[in-house]
Structure formats: structure tokens, C-alpha cells
């Protein structure tokens, strides 16, 4: 089975050979070793991150007879992306500044951009998950944006305040 995208539904259907695939036979659903449905079809509808996992089905009245494992990797656009700031967003004209932009995705983020809006116009400013800022920085405010095969997400804007 493997990757499937966010939302996406699928079916997973169990069989016994033994029954001529007619599914008289009662069979149990399992998630990561959890039994988590009965019956001989295990409907995943909307799939969100917590659908990933490993599934088997077995003969309900015989646990011993357990299905191959089917993995399911539920893949997303990034989500919570969001700009850290070291040492913090005030700090000493004589200082460097790091900020950190971290993002959730599956797969993980591709692409990193750095953007500072100066004056009402956006200027990239940087490619790397981590911005360094020089020492006499100016104040200014920045935000972030993750990439990956199925989108994109900007950070909030933060402001730095030089003292």
C-alpha cells in the first residue's frame, strides 16, 4: 500500500482462502498490534497523520492466522511552521541573532525560505532552515516558509526589537 496523501480514503479488504473469497469468515483488524475493527473490510475514509501505521487482519476465532502487514504512510503539506529566535526578540545592537524556522511535514520540508518585510515590500533573505543575522542588525520582521512535494506553509511574522 504504502504512501497515501492526507484525506485520502482507502478500503482494506481480508480474505480466507479457504472460504472460496465468499467472506463467510469473521476476521479481526488490527493497527500496530491494537485490535481496532471486525470484519472482512477495514474502511480508512479522510485519513489524517494518525493513520499511518502498520495493519493486519487474521481470522477472528484464530488470531494465529495473521495477515501480511500492510504499512501506510500518510504524507502532508507542512503544518506548524513556526520561527524560534535565539537569544530572543529583543536583544543588544552588539549581538547576533539566529532564527530557527521548524516545520511538520511528511515527507519532511524540501525547502526553506527566509523572507523580511522592510518598508511594506518582502525580500527573501535566506534559503536555510536557520537565518543568522550579523551583530548591528537593525530591527526588522521576518518570517519563514517550509516546502514540500505537497505544499507550502508560512511561519507568523516576528519582530525584532534592537535595544
Request: hydrophobic share 30%; charged share 20%.
Amino acid at each position: 500500500m504504502g504512501q497515501m496523501k492526507e484525506g485520502e480514503s482507502v478500503n482494506l479488504t481480508c480474505t480466507n482462502s479457504c472460504d472460496g473469497g465468499d467472506h463467510a469468515s469473521a476476521f479481526s483488524w488490527f493497527k500496530d498490534g491494537e485490535n481496532i475493527n471486525e470484519g472482512p473490510v477495514l474502511h480508512l475514509n479522510n485519513m489524517t497523520t494518525n493513520s499511518s501505521g502498520n495493519y493486519a487482519c487474521s481470522l477472528k476465532n484464530h488470531p494465529a492466522t495473521l495477515s501480511a502487514v500492510i504499512n501506510i504512510d500518510v504524507e502532508y503539506a507542512p503544518k506548524d511552521t513556526s520561527v524560534t529566535i535565539r537569544p530572543s526578540t529583543e536583544v543588544d545592537i552588539a549581538n547576533s541573532i539566529t532564527l530557527n524556522c521548524t516545520s511538520n511535514a511528511n515527507p519532511p520540508v524540501k525547502k526553506y525560505t527566509w523572507f523580511e518585510i522592510a518598508d511594506d515590500t518582502v525580500k527573501e533573505t535566506g534559503h536555510e532552515p536557520e537565518l543568522h543575522l550579523p551583530m548591528f542588525v537593525r530591527d526588522g520582521r521576518y518570517f519563514c516558509s517550509g516546502t514540500n512535494k505537497h505544499g507550502s506553509q508560512n511561519s507568523s511574522v516576528v519582530t525584532l526589537k534592537i535595544k
